[in-house]
T-cell receptor, first 114, second 114 residues
């Protein structure tokens, strides 16, 4: 049971390049989400999914796309990278039920856009 | 004003000390509350949920004051291994599809020294 995995761990992009951050979970959770973490700020929600085929925008969705073709995978695509997207990106998988709500985070992807 | 506010610290304490962190939230409709721990350059991990009656887990005690809209975390008998950033997290009204919106504070850094 690997939990939540993310690749790559580190990435450097030039302005205007595109790329996909990969996220996978093996816990059969319906809910998955992407956050970014910047210095001095809390994690901010980019996009989320409540199940395969269903995605929606979070607080800071501009410049990012997601898709959810399977329960396990939830990739995040940067369409045209900008320096403002330099950040640490965390994918999370959520186990929820009556009276509990537990989020499990992947190890993160550190992205630098030059 | 941020939705969840925390003192950024750092709190520098000796081993064995008792330390308390406070967190305030602005949305009175918030439904549930958590403390996460984040080690340097690692992902956040759930430390404990915070219940209305207060709850304890070993050396850690969490309290919730809904009237004043604040949450606290008390760590007794601090260990070197407690050094980390502690994130206050509030679960507010959901996005579509039943997804719950987690709002993260920026975190309070704790450094425990010998």
């Amino acid at each position: 049971n690997a939990g939540v995995t993310q690749t790559p761990k580190f990435q450097v992009l030039k302005t205007g390049q595109s790329m996909t951050l990969q996220c996978a979970q093996d816990m059969n959770h319906e809910y998955m989400s992407w956050y970014r973490q910047d210095p001095g700020m809390g994690l901010r929600l980019i996009h989320y999914s409540v199940g395969a085929g269903i995605t929606d925008q979070g607080e800071v969705p501009n410049g990012y796309n997601v898709s959810r073709s399977t329960t396990e995978d939830f990739p995040l695509r940067l369409l045209s990278a900008a320096p403002s997207q330099t950040s640490v990106y965390f994918c999370a998988s959520t186990n929820r039920g009556p009276g509990f709500y537990e989020q499990y985070f992947g190890p993160g992807t550190r992205l630098t856009v030059t | 004003r941020k939705e969840v506010e925390q003192d950024p610290g750092p709190f520098n304490v000796p081993e064995g000390a008792t330390v308390a962190f406070n967190c305030t939230y602005s949305n009175s409709a918030s439904q549930s509350f958590f403390w996460y721990r984040q080690d340097c350059r690692k992902e956040p991990k759930l430390l404990m949920s915070v219940y209305s009656s207060g709850n304890e887990d070993g050396r850690f005690t969490a309290q919730l004051n809904r009237a004043s809209q604040y949450i606290s975390l008390l760590i007794r008998d601090s260990k070197l291994s407690d050094s980390a950033t502690y994130l206050c997290v509030v679960n507010s009204k959901g996005f579509s599809g039943g997804y719950n919106k987690l709002i993260f504070g920026a975190g309070t850094r704790l450094a425990v020294h010998p």
